[in-house]
């Protein structure tokens, strides 16, 4: 999952893992900020929502106990 770390000089810090990278502001949502959620779809990135992680997670619970 990916958040924003930080955001300077036009650019998104975005971590993964433990690992960094430089997205240019023009990439992310208007109104995303430092500390949010983000993911890569469909060629943009997205906020993620509280709402649409709990569907993730019901999604993988789901699959693992079927």
Do not use: C, H, W
Not at 33 to 57: A, P
Request: hydrophobic letters at 35%; zero cysteines.
């Amino acid at each position: 999952m990916l958040y924003i770390d930080r955001i300077e000089s036009g650019f998104a810090v975005l971590v993964n893992d433990g690992k960094s990278v430089d997205v240019s502001i023009e990439l992310l949502p208007e109104n995303a900020k430092e500390g949010d959620r983000v993911k890569f779809e469909k060629g943009r990135y997205i906020l993620e929502t509280d709402t649409s992680i709990k569907q993730r997670i019901k999604e993988k619970q789901d699959m693992l106990f079927d």
